[in-house]
């Protein structure tokens, strides 16, 4: 999925399609998302870069910020 569809998608129904974020969607309501959450870039890359290091790259941040323990990242 591209950036710009990936963030669009966010920004449209603010949980990206991630069951976590859809269940404290559905818990709390989106206006919870608008006051607590903010959405940011950390790297790009362009299209003709390869896709399994975007998915390494996703992995490393996500370790990084340790968003499966204490986040909303489940995989």
């Known amino acids: 999925m591209r950036v710009r569809q990936r963030w669009r998608n966010y920004f449209s ?4 399609g991630n069951k976590n ?3 404290l ?3 709390e309501g989106e ?3 608008e006051k607590y959450f903010t959405f940011t870039l950390i790297e790009f890359y362009n299209r003709s870069y ?3 290091k ?3 790259r996703e992995q490393y ?3 990084c910020f340790d968003t499966i323990n204490n986040g ?3 995989n």
């Open 13 to 16: 129904s603010k949980d990206g």
């Open 21 to 23: 974020l859809i269940e």
């Open 25 to 27: 969607k559905n818990k």
């Open 31 to 33: 206006e919870y998302f």
């Open 50 to 52: 390869d896709p399994e």
């Open 54 to 56: 975007i998915i390494e």
């Open 61 to 63: 941040w996500k370790k």
């Open 72 to 74: 909303y990242n489940s």
